[in-house]
């Protein structure tokens, strides 16, 4: 099974293991753990897939990650399912970047504007977004991973003119 295919799906209809992480209160949203069954993203292994559902249990987003960035050969193989992206973004100007300490964990927060980019330019977000797909592809070549999220995602073709 495509894990795309999820996206519109009531949770009860999934093939897999599933528990649920959270739940939202008043809104209605579940957040929900997929386990079980081998699942992968076009060759890519996934550890786990999240799902978020709106209050009657449909799916609306699908969030996962796996090892490795997204290349121009993977780029690629991915047009040939889905179509060339919409959009695709990359750092233009770092304005901020600072440590952050958390219970002994330091990350970084990094601030910057995002420019249009080709998939040569090493964007940080891959984006699809049309009606028969909502999919963005983030970037992290720091961890030398990538994060796929499907359904409702952050950014849109219109979020930068």
């Given at each position: 099974m495509k894990i795309e295919s999820l996206i519109s799906k009531n949770i009860l209809n999934v093939p897999f293991e599933y528990k649920v992480l959270d739940s939202r209160g008043n809104s209605g949203s579940i957040t929900y753990l997929i386990t079980g069954a081998k699942q992968e993203f076009y060759t890519k292994p996934l550890k786990h897939i999240l799902v978020k559902t709106d209050e009657e249990g449909i799916i609306k987003q699908l969030l996962t990650d796996f090892q490795g960035i997204?290349?121009?050969?993977?780029?690629?193989f991915l047009v040939l399912e889905f179509g060339e992206a919409d959009l695709m973004l990359k750092h233009e100007i770092e304005t901020q970047r600072k440590a952050i300490q958390v219970n002994g964990t330091t990350s970084t927060e990094t601030k910057s504007?995002?420019?249009?980019?080709?998939?040569?330019?090493?964007?940080?977000?891959?984006?699809?977004?049309?009606p028969e797909l909502k999919m963005m592809l983030s970037i992290i070549r720091e961890s030398n991973k990538t994060e796929l999220t499907i359904g409702e995602i952050p950014f849109t073709k219109n979020t930068i003119k």
């Open positions: 997204v290349d121009e050969e993977f780029y690629w504007t995002l420019k249009k980019c080709g998939i040569g330019d090493d964007p940080l977000f891959i984006i699809w977004d049309n």
